[in-house]
């Protein structure tokens, strides 16, 4: 578990803790985080690989990558995003979130990541009775420890149910594919998953919500940032070799992270900061660029 008070000079306090799950649901859930804000806000956030959010309190908007805009008042899901976003919170507003890994779709919420792809659902619509139950629990729980230990129950029981397991296998190689900083090539890709083109597409939309080439764009951009975050400030060094100039770099950056490389440097992505900063601080390898 990790705390964390933010201001931001304009009298804007924010709270965000982060727990790991039960061990067994590690390869499924990426972390639980509890986040709240004393006054309202509007914060850009990064192209994530998608999230379940529980409102424990106040409620705001979220103004979805497509340009759409989305209340939030309950418990819901957000798929993997494949552009910034932005959170709007009023003020007092309180959420439990969890994290969801690319074989997490398929083995706990039983769809394709791509059918969910810069969408917000509901969570009872496909959990169902089960859902309401553990909403209810985490909103009752006394403490954020009994919080994460009702969203654990409530996981082991959705993996329970789903009867068809896949291989995490082409999950994890695409994962690594992905997050290698060579820029590997398509092919590469293939011939490590031992399948055609087609199918390739088709495991990556299943898991990732998108190509393969798309998500090659969306990682690239991310892993930047995380070099920017780590007090790399050049842009060349930042970029890397992937981008054909500096207004390229700033256009792709800005579409992923949703600021552009300056405004990042400058602190005006408070959230995405602070979340790369205390994950780092409790050692949890969980750079924007990892699954």
Request: aromatic residues 10%; positive net charge; contains cysteine.
């Amino acid at each position: 578990m990790l705390s964390l008070i933010a201001g931001t000079g304009k009298g804007l306090a924010m709270a965000l803790e982060y727990f790991l799950p039960r061990e067994d649901l590690r390869d499924h859930v990426r972390a639980y985080y509890y986040f709240s804000v004393e006054e309202p806000t509007i914060q850009p956030l990064c192209a994530e690989m998608g999230n379940i959010r529980v409102v424990l309190n106040g409620g705001g908007r979220l103004h979805t990558p497509d340009g759409g805009k989305q209340n939030i008042t309950s418990a819901f899901l957000i798929g993997p995003t494949m552009g910034a976003y932005c959170m709007e919170a009023h003020a007092g507003t309180q959420v439990f979130g969890i994290g969801i890994r690319p074989q997490g779709w398929v083995s706990l919420c039983g769809v394709s990541a791509e059918e969910v792809t810069d969408k917000v659902v509901d969570l009872t619509s496909f959990a169902g009775g089960l859902a309401r139950s553990s909403i209810d629990e985490m909103r009752n729980a006394r403490s954020l420890t009994e919080m994460a230990a009702a969203a654990d129950r409530f996981f082991a029981r959705l993996l329970s149910r789903q009867t068809a397991r896949r291989s995490l296998g082409y999950s994890k190689v695409l994962a690594n594919w992905l997050l290698d900083p060579q820029e590997l090539s398509l092919d590469v890709l293939m011939s490590s998953m031992d399948v055609s083109r087609r199918q390739t597409d088709r495991i990556a939309k299943l898991y990732f919500g998108a190509s393969p080439k798309f998500l090659q764009r969306k990682y690239r951009a991310l892993r930047a940032a995380d070099r920017i975050r780590g007090g790399d400030l050049d842009w060349m060094s930042a970029a890397g070799d992937a981008y054909y100039d500096q207004s390229h770099f700033i256009k792709e950056f800005k579409t992923f992270v949703g600021v552009t490389p300056k405004q990042f440097i400058g602190n005006q992505a408070q959230l995405i900061s602070e979340i790369q900063s205390q994950r780092r601080a409790q050692s949890l390898t969980l750079p924007l660029a990892s699954f």
